[in-house]
Structures are given as structure tokens and as C-alpha cells.
């Protein structure tokens, strides 16, 4: 990350002629990462590396989820083997436990955190496809629709996989819990397909 990047992300406030002083707020980076890493007694070094003006965390001591996530997402988009690239992926969807820095106001996070919400519910869509147990495939799509409530083939998929179930209690749920988020961003409503696909699940045709 330049040096200029580093201060619009963390420090936006700070005019540009401040841009050159940078040692300080470095020192103070790497002082506050050994204190939540628990390295204040034994000291760490190196843990932020440069080059000319550019800035970057040492991977060789510091991980986080979020690499670990995308890092898997990216490898499962290049392989072809569809096993390797359903274990890549259950892998990655285990470490998505919620949306990226939720509290963060910052707008440099918000273009990350939708980003990464669709390619998790692009790989859980994608897991859907491989699995073959009917409680497994209700839990991947209860967790696909609850990142995209409003999208509508996953959701038919769900209603099917409940009939399929004999749940047609949940069939309705799910059909009510489409209405309710589309009416969230508008007044909208499902599509005529979706509803003809309810309306045949349970009889109402």
C-alpha cells in the first residue's frame, strides 16, 4: 500500500504536506499490532515491510481471516477439479463469520465488504450444485439467502428443496421472508416465475 493510500485509509483528516512524516504513525502501527498479537515482552520486528515508499503487513508473522478467505476463493476459481474446488471452498465459507469490519463507517470498507459478501454467496451457491444430503443443502441456502434475501433463484431452490422435504410450512416461510426483504428495498415484489413456483409447491395453483 503507497504511503498516501495508508493516510487516506486510516488518517483521512491529515492534510497532504503531513504525508513526509510517517516514521511516528509507523512506530505506533507496529507498537499497537505487538500489543494485540501479545508480543510486547518478546518484541517483534519487521512486522510492517517496505520498499521505496510502498507498505505492507510481513505475512511471514501476521495472518488474518480475511486473506485466509479470499486467498481460498481465489484459489478455487482456478482449479477444474470440482472436488479440489469444493473442499477450497467449504474451507472459505467456514471462515466468513460476518460482513467485513461492520462498524466501520470508512467509505474505502463498504466497496470491500459488498464485495466479499457476493463472492461468498457466489460460493455457496456454487456448494448447492455439489450436494447431494437435503439437510446439508437447507443449511447451504439458508446461509446464501440470508447474505441475499432478494435473490430469487436461490430462493426458489430453497422452496423446492422444502417441498422435496414435505415442509411446506417452510416453503410458505420462505416465500413470506422474499416478500418481506423486497418490499424492505421498495414496495417490490417477486417475480410472476417465483410465484408460480410457490404457488405450485403448495397447491395453490
Known amino acids: 500500500m503507497a504511503r498516501e493510500r495508508v493516510y487516506e485509509v486510516l488518517w483521512p483528516d491529515v492534510p497532504l504536506d503531513k504525508y513526509d512524516v510517517f516514521h511516528s504513525p509507523k512506530k505506533e502501527i507496529a507498537r499497537r499490532l505487538e500489543k494485540a498479537l501479545g508480543w510486547e515482552e518478546i518484541g517483534a520486528t519487521e512486522l510492517i515491510q517496505q520498499a521505496s515508499q510502498r507498505y505492507w503487513l ?3 508473522l501476521i495472518t488474518v481471516d480475511y486473506w485466509q478467505l479470499t486467498d481460498l476463493l481465489d484459489q478455487a476459481g482456478k482449479v477444474e477439479d470440482a472436488p479440489e474446488q469444493v ?10 463469520r460476518g460482513p467485513f469490519l461492520p462498524a466501520s463507517t470508512r467509505e474505502w470498507s463498504e466497496p470491500i465488504r459488498e464485495d466479499l459478501r457476493k463472492r461468498v454467496v457466489k460460493a455457496l451457491t456454487t456448494l448447492t450444485d455439489h450436494e447431494t444430503d437435503p439437510e446439508e443443502l437447507v443449511e447451504l441456502l439458508d446461509r446464501a439467502l440470508r447474505l441475499d434475501p432478494c435473490n430469487e433463484p436461490l430462493r426458489c431452490r430453497q422452496m423446492r428443496t422444502y417441498a422435496d422435504l414435505g415442509r411446506t410450512d417452510a416453503v410458505h416461510r420462505s416465500y413470506q421472508d422474499l416478500k418481506a426483504a423486497l418490499a424492505d428495498l421498495g414496495d417490490l415484489r417477486p417475480r410472476a416465475r417465483t410465484t408460480e413456483v410457490y404457488l405450485q409447491l403448495t397447491g395453490r395453483r
Open 58 to 60: 510481513n505475512k511471514q
Open 87 to 96: 473442499a477450497l471452498l467449504r474451507q472459505a465459507v467456514r471462515l466468513y
